[in-house]
């Protein structure tokens, strides 16, 4: 059988969980690699600093800069591999089925209103930046923060995608549990 022929058997939820999870997928390495960058201009300025006595203006904003896009960016990759932090507390005592039907729950009353009021919002503040060409206020160098802004709201919006994958998850979870059972 050929790819295509497996691929168009899967449902539009098997489908859709398999696009959110390659685009968190690719904003998790994405996150990983501005490591790298930001990495280089902590090493410039400690040379910088400590061995010329000449600390650098521009390296703080930089690594602001980068480090927030890098954590903002990691958020979806972060769930898609179950590492969001969770109180185990009383949920592990919990059947799964009890655990699917809360998570959906809390998904849809706490996670999916947030990061769609949080993505839509993000995108009005990214677009007056935008329009601004907005500097970043602290800091001597005055970095432009609007493309930072425009990550955020992007990862916003993969933080969603993959949040809908999750509850599309829970569902089919839901409905092998009840399969057993019968």
């Given amino acids: 059988m050929s ?19 390659k685009v968190s ?11 790298v960058p930001m990495l280089i201009v902590f090493m410039i300025e400690i040379v910088a600093r400590n061995v010329f006595n000449a600390p650098t203006t521009w390296a703080y ?16 990759y972060a769930m898609k591999c179950g590492t969001m932090v ?20 809390l998904y849809s009353l706490i996670f999916l209103p947030l990061t769609v009021m949080g993505s839509l919002e993000s995108i009005k503040v990214a677009a007056i930046s ?3 060409r907005e500097l970043l206020s602290t800091g001597s160098w005055n970095a432009p923060i609007w493309p930072t802004k425009i990550v955020i709201a ?9 949040g809908i994958a999750e509850m599309v998850k829970l569902v089919h979870k839901l409905k092998a549990i009840k399969q057993e059972v019968r």
């Fill in 130 to 132: 935008v329009m601004k």
């Fill in 154 to 162: 992007v990862s916003l919006i993969i933080l969603t995608m993959q």
């Fill in 25 to 35: 997928d690719i904003s998790g390495k994405t996150a990983a690699f501005m490591l």
């Fill in 86 to 105: 969770r109180i185990d507390a009383l949920y592990s005592k919990f059947s799964e089925k009890t655990k699917c039907i809360l998570d959906l729950v």
């Fill in 61 to 76: 904003g930089t690594c602001f800069i980068i480090g927030g896009c890098a954590a903002v960016l990691g958020f979806a």
């Fill in 3 to 21: 790819n295509d022929n497996k691929i168009s058997r899967l449902s539009f939820g098997d489908r859709y969980i398999a696009f959110a999870e």
